[in-house]
DNA sequence: CAGTAATTGCACTTCCATTGCATTGATAAT
DNA sequence: ATTATCAATGCAATGGAAGTGCAATTACTG
């Protein structure tokens, strides 16, 4: 098991201690968040360390970004051994209308989308919006 | 065969002279466009009263909006006997990473998307980016 | 203990979406 | 036809989120 700073190291970046308390802020999140989230967690901070603190995660594959429709955007820790290098996101991610949070469900990979005949498909966003378990009460 | 100004009359729509316009405009684009690109093609006109024209066409479900993922909303016809009142957009959407360009893919309904016992699913928002049959060269 | 490079904070900018309000225009009632 | 009423339009301004330039600070290297 290593530490998020091994982590950190092996991935090329320079651990600081911002760094860190984001990284432990999306794990401990079940769900995707947005930067102003991640602003009033560290009120202190700057909004634009927070920016450029995600956007570095982003790069080097440690967050994903998930566009949900909402117009803003929102990061979520990669799962472990996810291919972000290779491939985007194959899993899909769903909204609740209700409590309007959104989850990676990491268990549920994208199907093949077939498209017309001079179409090729590189890469394929897939939402699904509805009530979550959470809000269906079970 | 009915005209524009019978549509928007069957849709509680007053029909005005910006009205038919935009509604030509989308009528004769093979792709989804944004506010600018309707705002560049009828200078003499004022931006909000393009959005909102758009957003009662929007609302009365002659256009559909779109999230291509590019940050900015765009906008298309639907197509005729749609059920947009009933259910959103069940049909997918093409962008293409080289012309940036963004279709509807009308004849390709979005499959049924297996979500975890709990979730509800309410709609989807599928969306594929790739090379269009234009930029693919056939 | 320098010297260097990366990180952080602050100010500012840009872009799109959206709203308030005054004006114009169309429709309906008298 | 005249007026009252309500919707549509235009103009100005706002808000929110993303992104950038630069100076100050902090961390690493020799
Ligand atoms: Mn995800
Ligand atoms: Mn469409
Ligand atoms: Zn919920
Ligand atoms: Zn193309």
């Given at each position: 098991m290593q530490t998020i700073e091994e982590l950190l190291e092996s991935k090329n970046i320079?651990?600081?201690a911002m760094r860190l308390l984001i990284?432990?802020?999306?794990a401990e999140k079940d769900v995707a968040v947005t930067l102003s989230d991640i602003e009033n967690a560290f009120e202190k901070a700057?909004?634009?360390?927070?920016?450029?603190?995600?956007?570095?995660?982003?790069e080097k594959d440690i967050v994903h970004q998930i566009d949900d429709g909402?117009?803003?955007?929102k990061y979520a820790l990669c799962e472990k051994g996810c291919n972000c290098e290779?491939?985007?996101?194959?899993?899909?991610?769903?909204?609740c209308n209700n409590c309007k949070e959104t989850v990676?469900?990491?268990?549920?990979?994208?199907?093949?989308?077939?498209v017309p005949d001079g179409f090729v498909s590189e890469n394929v966003?897939?939402?699904?919006?509805?009530i979550c378990d959470k809000c269906s009460g079970q």
């Open positions: 320079r651990v600081t990284y432990k802020f999306l700057d909004r634009t360390t927070l920016y450029r603190t995600v956007k570095t995660f982003e909402t117009g803003i955007t290779i491939e985007t996101d194959l899993h899909l991610h769903f909204h990676c469900l990491t268990e549920h990979k994208i199907p093949q989308i077939k966003n897939l939402v699904v919006k509805g």
